[in-house]
């Protein structure tokens, strides 16, 4: 991988918006589900960071790489094409936002049909995202669900943002609830 790539990506600031450009784009994936796909492409992925602020996790990918994607918001996911910003942390991360695999020369690009596919996999088609809508984890078992309840609300002691946890119908009345 190239070092202009890693010029352009990586900030000189603890965080910093950067515009995805011609050498590199990102996906991001909701954080309620993204540790799904983490677990699916089973180390099979370059750079990814985490931004607990925006609540996504985003992968690095070659430029054009998620341009015949389809648009996918109702699910939750973003493509960062060319042109278009993003807040990159810095590699010593900066308030909740930090490096899952820190983006190096050898590997910062995931491939961008696998991303997809381990992303189809756990959410289902990226072409019926709006007609399936969003996506959480049941906080019991860990399946995908779109059929959920809120558990339990708390709110980050670092920034003060309000959290949710979900669990599926199956597992809520189960346990009583």
Request: with cysteine; net charge negative.
């Amino acid at each position: 991988m190239s070092r202009v790539a890693l010029a352009t990506l990586l900030p000189k600031q603890p965080i910093e918006l950067r515009r995805a450009d011609e050498y590199w784009n990102a996906v991001a994936v909701p954080t309620t589900w993204s540790r799904l796909v983490v677990a699916d492409l089973a180390g099979r992925n370059g750079a990814v960071f985490e931004d607990t602020r925006f609540r996504n996790m985003v992968w690095v990918i070659p430029p054009g790489g998620a341009d015949d994607w389809p648009e996918a918001h109702g699910m939750g996911v973003i493509v960062y094409r060319t042109g278009e910003q993003l807040a990159v942390p810095g590699l010593g991360g900066f308030h909740g936002s930090h490096w899952l695999r820190t983006p190096s020369g050898q590997l910062l690009f995931t491939d961008p049909d696998e991303l997809r596919t381990a992303v189809e996999k756990v959410a289902g088609p990226l072409a019926d995202a709006e007609r399936l809508g969003p996506m959480v984890v049941c906080c019991y078992c860990n399946t995908p669900t779109r059929d959920s309840q809120i558990v339990d609300t708390w709110t980050s002691p670092c920034d003060g943002s309000v959290h949710n946890t979900y669990a599926c119908r199956g597992c809520d009345s189960a346990r009583g609830r």
